[in-house]
């Protein structure tokens, strides 16, 4: 089974401040990924996707991509209490059949 | 266009009995996931379907079978319920290599 590795939290960032959210996965192969928000008791929320190695900014969002260090990761910038979730990564498998998540990381932004 | 809807929102269900959970995908999108979330962890992986056959599989036992139907619509059963078996089942719906749209989710209690 391939893996996707997250840093559990919790992450706590005073508001204003940048909350940095890592996550690595075993799957070589693997060319989609994605970030989805969970607030207690919902569902995840897709807030980012990206395909190529680099940076993708998408308001106070930017995923950051390296395949060859298997690594993705996001920023959020001035973080607010709102942003207050667990972040969840994916990565698509290689066949395209499947996304595997990693457990998340609960990120708790105080005001 | 509406989004990804599941039924019912929440179930308690005896051991050893079955279930049947349901999920209307986002309107064009011909590809339908299942995931079992537990308290804590990440999403996990059951099936996928796309036009109406399962084309990938997680580490689920037998026990766990689903449907894909004409209008994309979908079925996850569960027979002899486990305790452990207990957690939310989200659907996720999408098209070609883009995110995934998940539902609301059904809350599972087995007793």
């Known amino acids: 089974q391939k893996e996707v590795e997250q840093n559990s939290g919790p992450l706590s960032v005073p508001e204003g401040a940048i909350a940095s959210l890592n996550c690595t996965y075993s799957d070589r192969g693997s060319q989609s990924f994605f970030w989805y928000r969970q607030y207690s008791g919902k569902s995840p929320e897709l807030i980012m996707s990206i395909y190529s190695n680099g940076d993708k900014e998408d308001g106070r969002f930017t995923a950051q991509l390296n395949k060859a260090s298997q690594y993705v990761s996001l920023l959020i910038r001035d973080s607010q209490p709102s942003d207050s979730a667990t972040y969840l990564c994916a990565v698509r498998n290689q066949a395209g059949t499947a996304l595997i998540f990693g457990k998340g990381t609960t990120l708790s932004v105080s005001s | 266009e509406t989004g990804v809807t599941q039924s019912p929102t929440h179930l308690i269900k005896t051991r050893g009995q079955q279930v049947t959970l349901r999920c209307s995908s986002q309107?064009?999108?011909?590809?339908v996931s299942w995931y079992q979330q537990a308290l804590g962890q990440g999403p996990q992986f059951i099936f996928q379907?796309?036009?109406?056959?399962?084309?990938g599989r997680g580490n689920f036992p037998p026990r766990f079978s689903g449907l894909q139907f004409p209008n994309y619509s979908s079925e996850l059963n569960v027979n002899a319920l486990e305790l452990d078996d207990s957690a939310l089942y989200l659907c996720a719906s999408s098209l070609a290599q883009g995110g995934y749209t998940f539902g609301s989710g059904t809350r599972l209690t087995v007793v």
């Open positions: 379907y796309y036009r109406e056959e399962e084309n």
């Open positions: 309107s064009g999108h011909n590809t």
